[in-house]
């Protein structure tokens, strides 16, 4: 449920982000021992707040207000009565826009089932491992066909090797990350066609700070910001 988690919260602090060339934040906990959290911008105005809370049935509660004092957003964590984690995420006027079940099949396979306003299943997330102990995501969309899965495994060498398949052929590609003789990380990013679009080398000098380089293998503007947000995707989700 992380992921999925991490996913509403990003978009939540949207509004947060939008300022965050120059602003400043403070927490404190007021009389109830909710923890609050202020955002201000560069001349001390508060331009939105988040408080952390729970209801007493002891769920716990974001609540994402602006500049005024407005409640613009909230999100409930809670469980239904089988143990199943539900997160709600909640407008302005109270009104739930979106949700999320995280749950396990017969199988013991995670399923994460997002749904919207009106409780119509928009994805459906399954994390399952096969026989050979390989992790594998399948999202299917409201029709309940697969369109993306990703499989995430390791070769002879110990390399770790992402498979990604869409539902187009054009959106395949493949991920390897290994070590080198010097200790360095290599990403290796691959096309549908096995063509290498971007790889990403971090390494540490002999005082231990931290070099990244990004080299870009064609001049394809378009394959190479899909390259990098597929592997903001898979960071978040696997």
Do not use: W
């Amino acid at each position: 449920m992380k992921p999925v988690l991490f996913f509403f919260l990003h978009f939540s602090f949207i509004h947060v982000t939008c300022h965050a060339q120059d602003y400043s934040l403070s927490k404190s906990i007021d009389i109830f021992g909710d923890t609050i959290i202020s955002y201000k911008d560069k001349y001390g105005r508060e331009i939105s707040s988040v408080k952390n809370s729970k209801d007493i049935f002891g769920n716990k509660i974001k609540s994402f207000k602006d500049e005024n004092g407005r409640e613009i957003s909230s999100i409930k964590e809670s469980k239904d009565i089988f143990g199943n984690n539900i997160i709600e995420v909640k407008d302005e006027n109270g009104r739930v826009v979106s949700s999320v079940k995280g749950s396990k099949d017969i199988f013991g396979n995670d399923i994460v089932e997002v749904k919207d306003e009106n409780g119509t299943a928009k994805s459906t997330i399954t994390s399952s491992t096969n026989i050979f102990g390989e992790k594998i995501k399948s999202i299917k969309g409201v029709d309940g066909k697969e369109f993306l899965s990703i499989k995430k495994s390791k070769d002879i060498f110990g390399s770790e090797i992402i498979s990604i398949k869409g539902a187009d052929r054009n959106d395949d590609s493949t991920v390897t990350t290994s070590t080198n003789i010097f200790g360095d990380i290599i990403t290796i990013v691959k096309d549908s066609n096995g063509i290498e679009l971007l790889s990403i080398k971090k390494s540490k000098d002999i005082h231990g700070d931290e070099t990244t380089t990004i080299d870009k293998k064609n001049n394809n503007s378009d394959s190479i910001q899909k390259a990098m947000k597929m592997l903001r995707f898979l960071q978040m989700n696997f």
